[in-house]
């Protein structure tokens, strides 16, 4: 079992930056952030693997947006720059099962932290 707990969510102005961390309890390999505003469906955003530092973003967090992990901590981290009110959503830390990629559905999930962009 892996237990995941987000933090760093908050409010903050269009343009600004914020910066989530996850910490995982337990073997995770692959993990990630996704992310759901209201009313719409849960969307990835990024990946990171376990070996070989191996990122990948959604369109919609390229340029913008940097996952980063520590595997000694088992941490991964998102730092979101110049951010846009769309990108108002509560935000989940994921982690995949061994051999899964980043387009398989995560194994593990996190409670989410909420991040309010304001315009």
């Known amino acids: 079992q892996v237990q995941l707990v987000e933090s760093g969510g908050g409010l903050v102005q269009a343009g600004g930056s914020l910066r989530l961390s996850c910490a995982a309890s337990g073997r995770a390999y692959g993990m990630g952030w996704f992310r759901q505003a209201p009313g719409k469906e849960r969307e990835f955003v990024a990946h990171?693997?376990?070996?070989?530092?191996?990122?990948k973003y959604a369109d919609s967090a390229k340029g913008r947006f940097t996952i980063s992990r520590d595997n000694a901590k088992q941490t991964v981290s998102l730092q979101m720059n110049s951010l846009k009110p769309e990108d108002t959503a509560v935000y989940y830390c994921a982690a995949w099962g061994y051999g899964s990629g980043y387009d398989s559905t995560p194994r593990y999930w996190g409670r989410g932290t909420q991040v309010t962009v304001s315009s």
């Open positions: 990171h693997t376990k070996l070989g530092g191996v990122t």
